[in-house]
């Protein structure tokens, strides 16, 4: 099993136009195929900074991809609905039990709410999901209707992740049009992810930062 036979897994893509369908009409971002394929391939590129082993970047590149396919059960504990999804379909693999326990417990453990960082897939997966804040993940629709969530991704104009073993360091880049959003809007919304990724950045040994339109805020 490999990550690109998840990629093209039918199943799995159907889960997720259920759960992006149901998203909007909840008036939730997008979390499409789009949203996770980004999160892959940014665990993929933060655990290969830290000079993780390539078995390790592979469980961290699945668990990102599959990480949001519980909501197409529900948004609420999605990331749990998500880690039982993901472990009825991975038990038709030919993943080990461990492999397989530790993409499931990362999964179920990437949401804020209840979740934590244990081991660098984990970490990784948080990191990559809660950094991925763009102005291209509001759905098209009038700016008159958007909600806190709307207006704070769209008011991101730039976005960066800059990470490396030497400096021990990760750190997001955001540029904002605080005529879109203000400061306390962005907090908020952002500010028990951005806590998240600071403890998901210890298990890496590193530390996090946030810069806001060149000023450190975190």
């Known amino acids: 099993m490999t990550y690109e036979d998840i990629v093209h897994n039918k199943e799995i893509l159907e889960y997720y136009n259920r759960g992006n369908a149901i998203l909007d009409v909840l008036g939730y971002t997008d979390h499409s195929p789009a949203h996770t394929k980004l999160v892959a391939e940014r665990a993929a590129d933060l ?17 990102s991809y599959m990480h949001d396919i519980g909501n197409a059960i529900n948004r609420h504990h999605h990331a749990e609905y998500g880690a039982l999804l993901a472990n009825e379909i991975l038990k038709e693999t030919d993943l080990t039990i461990p492999e397989r326990v530790q993409i499931v417990s990362a999964i179920a453990n990437h949401d804020e709410s209840y979740g934590v960082a244990s081991d660098p897939v984990s970490a990784a997966l948080i ?21 806190v969530h709307d207006r704070v991704n769209y008011a991101v ?17 955001l540029t904002i049009d605080e005529s879109i959003c203000t400061m306390y809007e962005y907090f908020d919304i952002f500010l028990g992810r951005m806590t998240m990724c600071s403890h998901a950045a210890r298990i890496l040994n590193a530390q996090f930062s946030l810069k806001v339109n060149g000023q450190r805020v975190l």
């Open 47 to 63: 655990l290969k900074a830290f000079q993780y082993g390539q078995d390790m970047i592979e469980l961290a590149k699945i668990a």
């Open 127 to 147: 990191i990559a999901d809660k950094t991925d804040v763009r102005r291209s993940r509001v759905r098209e629709k009038d700016p008159i209707l958007f909600d």
């Open 157 to 173: 104009t730039a976005t960066r992740l800059r990470y490396g073993l030497e400096e021990k360091r990760i750190t997001l880049y």
